[in-house]
């Protein structure tokens, strides 16, 4: 497996998983 697709793959996990987070957080402060 080539390290380039290995970065590419892991950057993106991480902005999913950000971006799900930062809306999770949002819709958590918009409920109080």
Known sequence: MEATYLVLLIVAFLA????????????????R
Do not use: D, E, P
Request: proline share 0%; hydrophobic share 60%; charged share 5%.
């Open 16 to 31: 999913i998983g950000a971006m799900s987070l930062y809306i999770l957080f949002k819709l958590f402060a918009g409920q």
